[in-house]
């Protein structure tokens, strides 16, 4: 049963210390998705990849954010420094390009960040 | 992404059927409807998609008005395990995988 996995499930930090997420997309799925949600915001887009090369980052902080893919097995959201208004779940999901599903994305089941 | 329209809330006796309304009248003539759910504390979930056919699956049918400004997800035989909020999105027609715009959605509660 393929699924997305993401690390840590749970990461408390003090604020201006640096975090890195995450996470290992669905083999064979080339297009990756870093979303935020908080009570306020809801579900947002924070950035996505395709073939490991960043397609639009528009939704995320750019002064303290960052997003790669290494390779096609792990993808990585950094905060550095983080700030206490950064704390929410971070979902990663990942899709295939195409095929008759394209907007199936499978998400995981995302990390829970609390920065004091 | 075409802005979609759904109740808050909505209850469901389990057992019964759940009926979830969205209405999208801006929705281009290419573009898919798409529902997922979040079930507390996981990641959205895939339900179902379709453009203007009834769809169903393992989970649900959609249900797609002939003139496709509206659409209704259908639970056919509601559980306790389907209470989440249920998104209906309708995402730009790319041809490839793209960007997700989850409204508030419709928290559904299924009750005893």
């Known amino acids: 049963d393929a699924r997305v996995t993401q690390t840590p499930r749970d990461k408390v930090t003090e604020m201006g210390q640096e975090v890195t997420m995450r996470c290992q997309p669905i083999?064979?799925?080339?297009?990756v998705f870093w979303y935020r949600q908080t009570m306020m915001q809801g579900l947002e887009l924070l950035a996505y990849?395709?073939?490991?090369?960043?397609?639009?980052d528009s939704g995320m902080p750019k002064d303290r954010f960052s997003a790669e893919m290494p390779d096609a097995t792990l993808a990585t959201l950094k905060i550095q420094p983080s700030e206490p208004r950064d704390s929410a779940v971070y979902f990663c999901?990942?899709?295939?390009?195409?095929?008759?599903?394209?907007?199936?994305?499978?998400f995981g089941p995302g990390t829970r960040l609390t920065v004091l | 992404d075409a802005k979609t329209t759904q109740p808050t809330s909505m209850d469901c006796a389990e057992g019964r059927a759940a009926n979830l309304p969205c209405n999208h009248s801006?929705?281009?003539?290419?573009?898919?409807v798409y529902w997922y759910r979040q079930i507390h504390s996981q990641g959205p979930q895939y339900i179902i998609h379709?453009?203007?056919n009834n769809e169903t699956n393992e989970m649900a049918s959609l249900i797609i008005t002939e003139d496709r400004k509206s659409s209704t997800l259908i639970l056919p035989h509601a559980t306790l395990r389907d209470t989440a909020v249920y998104y209906c999105?309708?995402?730009?027609?790319?041809?490839?995988?793209?960007?997700?715009?989850f409204g508030t959605g419709t928290r559904l509660q299924v009750t005893l």
């Open positions: 999901a990942s899709a295939p390009t195409g095929g008759p599903t394209y907007n199936e994305q499978f």
């Open positions: 999105i309708v995402p730009k027609n790319t041809g490839t995988a793209s960007k997700l715009t």
């Open positions: 801006t929705i281009s003539g290419n573009e898919y």
């Open positions: 379709g453009l203007k």
């Open positions: 990849f395709r073939n490991r090369a960043p397609l639009d």
């Open positions: 083999l064979g799925h080339n297009t």
